[in-house]
């Protein structure tokens, strides 16, 4: 089954095709980055306006270079969560390219496409198995019991990691995106230097918290100018990765270890972290798994993986299909569908 699939949640433009939830044809993407680092975020409108010049142009790019004889059998979009501007652009482009194909069309959760991601690399993996899932606007980690069957079982309580890695980088000074930025100042760090909070939340152990740790950076910076001091900014960097690092490999071993799972997969932007991947292998040895680099950030082949299993579920999506700025990873897509 060959589907197409498109991903406009964010500040990512995707296209792509994938046969059978696991092997890529074709896989475009058009990033906003550039775009949107001179504003030092994401600007939702910008976003909207982009994605409806891109989407066109990137779905013909997509299909132009396919096997003359293959055919596409449906279509798939992410229509939660994420800004919703944003999302109704590719919505809306994947209704009318589904109505005017006469191909089903199946919607999916941005945070379960991520996870698929995992099935595109490993191609051999399959449910059940603990997910832990940490982009720019999510950190959750997720008990997958089968492929469409799933139990979110701990989450952030303020910010995300990929939000805190943002705004971190804007404090020392970095730009946007932050993640890559914080990353490649920490590797010439020193990670003891300074002290930086670890939140351990009362009543759900697995949940998270990282905007503690965000004022403790600012904080930092602002104590030592005060003081006529020179910041280390390498080693700031590098204590603030390891305490995210620390906080999510924690997490789930925590969970991994009370719901008896050990395989483990992490997905999602900050999956592409060396750091946090090289502490998750230390953790869980060959029970790890974690996509290829260029698959942690958002994209349309994980659309189009996790679309293969939904349509097998019965999920199915048609002209009145919305998009929602917010919705459970582990809600019923069905009954989304028939609103």
């Known amino acids: 089954m060959n589907i197409l699939a498109f991903e406009t949640s964010c500040d990512e433009t995707a296209v792509a095709v994938v046969r059978n939830g696991r092997e ?8 906003q980055s550039d775009i949107h680092a001179l504003y030092g975020g994401i600007v939702p409108e910008i976003a909207s306006r982009q994605h409806m010049l891109s989407i066109g142009p990137l779905c013909d790019k997509a299909l132009e270079n396919l096997p003359p004889d293959l055919q596409i059998d449906a279509v798939a979009v992410t229509v939660a969560p994420g800004l919703i501007g944003a999302l109704l652009v590719g919505v809306n482009f994947a209704k009318s390219y589904a109505f005017a194909k006469n191909l089903p069309l199946i919607p999916v959760h941005h945070i379960r496409g991520h996870i698929a991601s995992a099935y595109l690399s490993e191609p ?27 139990t979110v079982i701990g989450t952030t309580r303020d910010d995300a990691a990929g939000e805190a890695f943002d705004k971190a980088a804007r404090v020392l000074g970095l730009g946007y995106p932050g993640g890559p930025a914080i990353s490649a100042l920490a590797e010439s760090g020193d990670d003891s230097k300074y002290a930086m909070p670890f939140c351990q939340t009362k009543t759900c152990e697995y949940d998270m918290s990282f905007s503690g740790l965000k004022t403790a950076l600012l904080n930092l910076c602002h104590n030592t100018r005060q003081k006529g001091q020179e910041l280390d900014a390498p080693s700031a960097a590098a204590c603030f990765e390891k305490a995210i690092c620390q906080s999510i490999v924690s997490r789930t071993t925590a969970a991994s270890k009370a719901l008896g799972i050990k395989k483990i997969v992490m997905a999602g932007g900050v999956a592409a972290n060396a750091r946090l991947r090289r502490e998750l292998v230390q953790a869980f040895g060959e029970h790890a798994h974690i996509p290829s680099v260029y698959l942690c950030g958002d994209n349309a082949a994980m659309i189009a993986a996790q679309a293969f299993y939904e349509y097998q579920d019965g999920v199915k999506g048609n002209t009145a299909l919305n998009a929602y700025a917010s919705i459970p990873a582990d809600g019923d897509l069905n009954g989304l569908c028939q609103q």
């Open 24 to 31: 890529i044809i074709s896989n475009e993407l058009f990033s």
């Open 124 to 150: 051999d993996l399959s449910p059940p198995f603990l997910a832990a899932v940490a982009s720019g606007g999510h950190t959750q980690l997720i008990h997958v019991k089968d492929y469409t069957v799933m």
